[in-house]
């Protein structure tokens, strides 16, 4: 069976970071998960905080740096997503939605996304099903059943011992392995095919900073 790769995005802001920190464990159970499945996988782990100029750059010219373009065609290539997000006022954070939005509308489609978030209290852990996991779904990406959210208290001595953090790493990572597997590899992917990062059809307007259809 081919290999898989799987792009992870962190969008914490701190380093190291706590979103770093549970990306970094959700990776690792995937990985695991799909070994058990005879399936190997190689990551792609991508720092939004070390891409935030090219970011804000590209929404405002429509145009991506080239470490930028290369973030991208690695999510948009991969065959499956890890997203990790810190939770501000309530909702992901402003850098993450800001590399959502210079991704393709459609280049997410039919692709599995494991969704994790993390923020100081689990009073704001019904962000991923409110905020993150609507945005996957209007994009048409596939978000598993599970997301993983972590709190402060989650990484302490006194972590919740009757729904572990390591338990819903495993379960959310599980599903996305199954997942995975249940699809056939991503095609290649030529970086330098314009229509592979600005997507056939896109118009001329969206690639000048969203002049059309705003």
Same mark, same amino acid.
Do not use: C
């Given at each position: ?17 706590? #979103? ?11 990985? $695991? ?29 429509? %145009? ?32 993450? $939605?800001? %590399? ?10 039919? $692709? ?33 059943? #599970? ?9 302490? $001595?006194?972590?919740?011992?009757? *729904? ?21 590899? *991503? ?7 314009? *229509? ?7 118009? %001329? ?10």
């Amino acid at each position: 069976m081919n290999d898989r790769r799987i792009a992870v995005i962190s969008s914490g802001l701190s380093n190291p970071s706590s #979103t770093r920190m549970l990306a970094d464990r959700l990776l690792a159970e995937t990985v $695991k998960a799909l070994r058990e499945r005879d399936v190997e996988a190689q990551a792609d782990v991508i720092e939004l905080r070390d891409l935030a100029h090219d970011i804000t750059n590209n929404l405002l010219t429509g %145009f991506a740096p080239a470490p930028l373009e290369e973030a991208i065609n690695r999510v948009v290539s991969a065959d499956a997503i890890i997203v990790v997000t810190p939770i501000f006022s309530t909702s992901y954070a402003g850098l993450f $939605k800001s %590399f959502i939005d210079v991704l393709d509308p459609d280049s997410l489609t039919g $692709k599995p996304v494991l969704i994790g978030a993390n923020a100081g209290t689990a009073r704001h852990s019904l962000a991923i099903d409110y905020a993150i996991r609507p945005l996957f779904t209007y994009l048409h990406a596939e978000p598993v059943s #599970t997301g993983v959210f972590a709190a402060s208290s989650d990484w302490g $001595k006194n972590a919740d011992e009757v *729904a572990p953090l390591s338990s819903r790493i495993e379960r959310g990572a599980r599903e996305l392995a199954e997942a995975i597997v249940r699809r056939e590899p *991503a095609q290649s992917h030529d970086p330098f095919d314009p *229509a592979n990062y600005l997507g056939e059809g896109r118009s %001329f307007g969206h690639l000048l900073g969203g002049l059309a259809g705003e």
